[in-house]
């Protein structure tokens, strides 16, 4: 595997540090450990099988063996703290790059703010960014990608809801392949934010949104609220205008669709 990533990888730093474990419990732990000893920006952590995955808000992230893509870089992004959040929008970005070279029609393919992506209504795949206080700060980027998952190789909770690549092109996928053009276009992506250009990275997310025009409810800070989601702003917040036509600006959280 770690030959097959090597040859077809493209990239200038991203990756070049490649580490591949058959089982860990979780690829962003991992990195994060390497971050505290002496991990490099660009350092990537893959799992053949994750035993504990993680996605957001404490939620667990299924990863059967060697079937989908379950990986985590390093980053040491020389900007301030409060400009990282922006860095799952740029591996949204990635991961929808990556996603539509496979895809012969992207019509589907939709970015779910904060940090989902989804296909036809069915999530493909879930990004679990981690900013970290240390000596200096560095951010944890954990992508997962469902390539070649089958229905049954996940559990009851899940299976109506998610999709893997495999399912929508109805063939094998090479995970390699896959790894590559993802470590490539999140290389891109990166670069383009680390040159300020994260506005053209919010207008990505913002042209691909699956929320955009849709009711939504979310835990506001007092209580549950609701409105239309009409867009992001140029921080890369979600932008709802409420039944009262006030627009909120959420930052972070949770979000449900209504219709
Ligand atoms: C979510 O859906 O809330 C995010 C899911 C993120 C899953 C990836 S798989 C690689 C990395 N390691 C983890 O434990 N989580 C992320």
């Known amino acids: 595997m770690k030959e097959a990533i090597l040859n077809r990888l493209r990239t200038a730093v991203i990756g070049h540090k490649l580490h591949i474990f058959d089982e860990v419990g979780s690829t962003n732990d991992v990195a994060v450990e390497r971050a505290r000893a002496d991990g490099e920006e660009g350092e990537v952590f893959i799992a053949r099988r994750q035993t504990a995955g993680r996605g957001r808000l404490g939620r667990s992230w299924e990863s059967p063996a060697d079937k989908n893509v379950s990986l985590s870089i390093l980053l040491r992004p020389p900007c301030a703290p409060a400009e990282t959040p922006l860095l799952t929008l740029v591996a949204g970005s990635a991961v929808y790059d990556t996603l539509a070279s496979f895809l012969n029609d992207t019509d589907g393919l939709k970015l779910k703010w904060p940090n989902d992506v989804y296909f036809k209504d069915r999530k493909i795949a879930g990004i679990l960014s981690e900013l970290h206080f240390e000596k200096s700060h560095f951010v ?120």
């Open 140 to 259: 944890v980027v954990g992508i997962g990608i469902d390539v070649n998952a089958d229905p049954e190789d996940f559990s009851l909770e899940v299976r109506d809801l998610a999709v893997s690549l495999k399912g929508i092109l109805g063939k094998e996928i090479d995970l390699a392949e896959v790894v590559a053009r993802l470590l490539g276009s999140f290389e891109r992506r990166y670069q383009s934010f680390l040159k300020g250009q994260a506005g053209e990275i919010v207008a990505f997310c913002d042209a691909h949104s699956h929320l955009k025009g849709r009711r939504i409810s979310f835990e506001g800070s007092n209580g549950n609220k609701s409105g239309v989601a009409i867009g992001l702003s140029p921080q890369g917040h979600l932008l709802v205008k409420k039944d009262d036509d006030t627009i909120l600006t959420v930052a972070s959280g949770d979000v449900i669709l209504c219709s």
